[in-house]
């Protein structure tokens, strides 16, 4: 079949023609962006923490009533004392693996986050770092794998005001930052110089992965943690504690009665004391899940829509073509030839909407870029929005075509 | 005549239910969703303060230096302790509060129950005052309260519920971190969206209440911990909360309350004056590189509109126009399958304008069953974002009068003009032509 007699046929619905087409062509811009978005926001949610099993995790956040100062030294000790009985009654609960003090956990929102240098007394840091303070258990609680070096050991553990201002005497890191600091290998030994200060830290481990506390935006700071051999002490604590597999809610609903009966002046808060990492990591998330889902709605009602606008578009060129098409047919015509015209009629026109929509698609991206720092669309996005776009238009188009295709050769000879 | 164009138009619809179905759908969808995203957009973009907010100032001070700016040569986005303290001392603003965010502890009367946490600011008495802070008792504390270091304390109205069963609890005293404060103000429900006198520390909006207000100094002396952000471009040389104070590190939030330009302008120069005299004395090694915005730009600069919500905007007014381009295409259609009946009208000496009040008529027909059909899908579409948004923004989302007018407006007035060129194209119907072909 040719494409000419379908082009002339076109000239005479000019506007019809470029609407659809624009229709399809905003279709295709908004829908690639948006699948790209979702795509973004999916990967995203998923990417692993580096902790092992994290649903079994769960953090503990509470703060004691008229509790030393954190300023003096005496009432250092007296915190940490009160912070070691906590640890033990939490450690002696039946339904607990293990318990360790923590500043933060991956996704918290809520950190610290310190420079990292090579240098003593650097003036600006190589590079940004979470930074994690806990004791020996933190690393087996956490489940994160040690891939170089060694854990903490108890004699490794120090313990400080949250506010102190000297640096930790070991660390151990994540990968991505042994890659960044020591492209050579061998990060295990090293030492390392944190918030431009002149005393060395050694790296003694390091391990595969540990996201970052606080959000990030997806810059390199999302992977580059270290953790410290340090027990915090301040008038609140947090403890990272690790339930037996399906014992989590059993393990939670112990704590408040075992931290009150060690000391009952302190506030565990009732909403947010006691959560789950599974609930810290969907709070972190919904803005994410819920962006993916509403640019789901968006794409669903804009494809539905362009599908039925093609559908009624088509079926009111076919009524009114039915003498042509009755013509056709009694000149020999055949029912696939109406078929065939009418889906090519929507290919041609799909195609040059795809191609405005491409350029739309392109510019709406950039726009985005400029605007709101979303990241440059990969092409496959675009390609898989055009077929989708082919795709509907065709299956949007079967129906009428069909019903066109039916048109008996008679109707040539009636008068309208 | 109206009435006439109404019947014909009602007529014509029901001619074609599939037709008018679709179009009324296409309409509802499309309002539908950019009016959810535009009510969650409203209810994240608006003036917590639209009477004052122009006259409500936060100012920056650049206190370190060129290393310490961001790529865009800002300066911290909050104040150390000695700023704050030198700029409050100085008090060249009709009203001004450096403030900071605490979450101390209350302990109960009852001693069988378990202490409880609040959250609030440490603030000065002007805060009130500068931010019309409405009370359902008492008042906020006087300025000798603030240099007395009083023990005083304003609550909320949620708090004093929880306290005093809601009854005048000004007077009493309340036990805060071991310590008895008086009662000197109740608030009544206030609960600014953005929390924007201190965006710094609430990233702007908060599902939780501040219960708590206590005079700065007093916290200060009591050693109340900062509860906020704490960015420091250097280790403090000290430990502790002391350590704190006495370092360059921000943590403080600032307002001024200046009533016109020229107040403006000379607080401006007063900061630069203010910097000036600490790049002479050595302190500071740079030319003054201060910030003064009115709280709108201030919003603006700290981008309190989540850009997902400006995306998602975007992303249904999209879908809006996709829409209107897909009714003028079946309107497009519709209309010129009756350029016989056209044809007839103008023969019969119907003018053009007629033959558009006639179609516009129809059009904005569509345009209304629409829009009744969107308010009722904005209406699911606002309580389901409450499920799938970040809870602090999804619970400012709601459905009101002016968003429910708009919704009916929209939808009218884009059908209208998305009918406006196929009725064009209906008005240019020659009457011979169509005659005679029948």
Redo the contacts between chains.
């Keep these: 079949m040719t494409v000419h007699p379908i082009i002339a046929a076109l000239r005479r619905h000019k506007a019809g023609v470029v609407l659809i087409a624009l229709q399809i062509a905003l279709t295709l811009a908004i829908v690639c962006n948006a699948i790209f978005i979702i795509g973004q926001r999916i990967e995203r949610v998923n990417q692993p923490t580096g902790m092992h099993e994290e649903n079994d995790l769960f953090l503990i956040t509470q703060q004691w009533v008229g509790a030393p100062s954190a300023d003096d030294p005496a009432g250092v000790e007296k915190l940490d004392s009160m912070q070691q009985a906590d640890l033990a009654a939490l450690r002696n609960l039946p339904d607990v693996v293990s318990a360790a003090p923590i500043r933060s956990l991956p996704l918290l929102h809520s950190g610290s986050v310190g420079g990292i240098g090579l240098k003593p007394l650097q003036q600006k840091d190589t590079i940004d770092s979470n930074f994690y303070y806990g004791d020996e258990q933190a690393l087996p609680t956490l489940g994160l794998q040690l891939i170089a070096g060694r854990a903490f050991t108890s004699a490794d553990i120090q313990h400080k005001p949250m506010r102190d201002q000297s640096e930790p005497v070991l660390a151990i890191i994540t990968q991505p930052i042994a890659d960044k600091l020591f492209p050579q290998g061998n990060a295990v030994g090293k030492v390392i110089y944190l918030d431009s200060s002149s005393t060395p830290t050694t790296i003694v481990g390091v391990v595969a992965r540990l996201q970052s506390a606080v959000d990030t935006a997806g810059s390199s700071l999302t992977w580059y943690s270290a953790l410290f051999p340090v027990r915090q002490d301040a008038n609140f604590s947090r403890t990272v504690v690790r339930a037996k597999p399906g014992r989590l809610e059993a393990a939670m609903l112990a704590v408040r009665p075992a931290l009150y009966t060690v000391n009952p002046m302190r506030v565990i808060d009732e909403e947010h004391g006691v959560r789950s990492f599974a609930d810290i990591r969907a709070d972190a998330y919904r803005a994410d899940l819920g962006m993916a889902i509403l640019m789901s709605v968006v794409c669903l009602i804009l494809l539905s829509i362009t599908a039925a606008g093609i559908v009624g578009l088509t079926s009111f060129w076919v009524g009114q073509r039915q003498r042509q098409i009755g013509v056709r047919r009694t000149l020999g015509a055949r029912k696939i030839d109406i078929l065939h015209y009418f889906q090519l009629e929507n290919l041609l026109i799909a195609g040059i909407g795809a191609a405005i929509g491409i350029l739309l698609a392109l510019g709406l991206n950039l726009w985005l870029i400029i605007h709101f720092e979303m990241d440059r669309m990969p092409v496959i996005y675009v390609l898989i929005g055009v077929l989708a776009v082919l795709v509907l238009g065709q299956a949007a188009v079967f129906v009428p075509a069909r019903r066109a295709s039916n048109v008996p050769p008679v109707v040539a000879t009636r008068a309208v | 005549m109206f009435a006439y164009y109404l019947e014909l138009a009602i007529r014509s619809l029901r001619r074609s239910p599939g037709?008018t179905a679709?179009m009324v759908?296409?309409i509802a969808?499309?309002v539908a969703?950019s009016m959810t995203?535009y009510s969650v957009f409203r209810a994240v973009s608006g003036d917590p303060i639209p009477w004052k907010s122009a006259k409500l100032f936060v100012p920056q001070i650049d206190n370190w230096g060129p290393?310490g700016r961001g790529s865009d040569g800002e300066p911290p986005n909050a104040m150390d302790y000695n700023d704050a303290i030198t700029l409050m001392r100085d008090h060249r603003a009709k009203l001004q509060s450096a403030m900071y965010q605490i979450?101390p502890?209350i302990?109960p009367a009852d001693a069988s129950k378990?202490?409880?946490?609040v959250s609030g600011h440490a603030v000065y008495s002007e805060f009130f005052p500068m931010l019309d802070v409405p009370f359902l008792y008492g008042s906020g504390w006087s300025a000798d309260d603030d240099t007395q270091r009083a023990a005083v304390v304003v609550i909320s109205s949620k708090l004093n519920q929880k306290l005093f069963g809601g009854s005048n609890s000004v007077g009493k005293t309340v036990n805060i971190?071991?310590k008895d404060y008086r009662v000197v103000g109740v608030l009544n429900d206030w609960n600014p969206q953005p929390r924007f006198f201190d965006v710094v520390n609430s990233g702007g909006f908060s599902t939780g209440v501040e219960d708590v207000f206590l005079p700065f100094q007093r916290a200060i002396t009591v050693?109340i911990?900062n509860d906020g952000n704490t960015n420091c471009n250097?280790?403090?040389?000290?430990?502790?909360?002391?350590?704190?104070q006495h370092s360059a590190c921000v943590w403080i939030a600032y307002m001024a309350e200046l009533d016109d330009t020229a107040a403006a302008t000379a607080y401006k120069q007063y900061l630069d004056g203010y910097a000036h005299d600490l790049q002479q004395s050595g302190h500071f090694g740079w030319a003054p590189n201060n910030r003064l915005r009115d709280l709108p730009h201030w919003l603006d600069n700290q981008h309190v509109v989540?850009?997902?919500t400006?995306?998602?905007l975007l992303?249904?007014l999209?879908?809006l126009?996709?829409?209107l381009?897909?009714t003028?295409?079946?309107l497009?259609?519709?209309f010129l399958?009756r350029s016989s009946e056209i044809g007839v009208r103008r023969a019969l000496g119907a003018p053009r304008l007629a033959i558009y009040a006639q179609f516009l008529t129809e059009a904005s027909i569509i345009g209304l069953a629409g829009g009744v059909l969107g308010l009722m899908l904005t209406g699911v579409g606002v309580v389901s974002?409450g499920w799938?948004?970040?809870?602090d923004i999804a619970a400012l989302a709601r459905v009101d009068f002016s968003l429910l007018t708009l919704t009916l407006l929209v939808a009218v007035i884009a059908t209208t003009l998305a009918g406006l060129?196929p009725t064009f194209?209906a008005s240019r119907v020659q009457p011979a032509w169509q005659l005679k072909s029948n």
């Design positions: 037709l679709l759908l296409t969808f499309g969703a995203t290393n979450s502890s302990v378990h202490p409880i946490n971190e071991g050693g911990p250097a280790v403090p040389t000290e430990s502790g909360f002391v350590g704190l989540p850009s997902d400006k995306v998602s992303v249904a999209g879908l126009l996709a829409c381009v897909n003028a295409g079946l497009l259609a519709k399958r974002v799938v948004l970040p809870k060129y194209r």
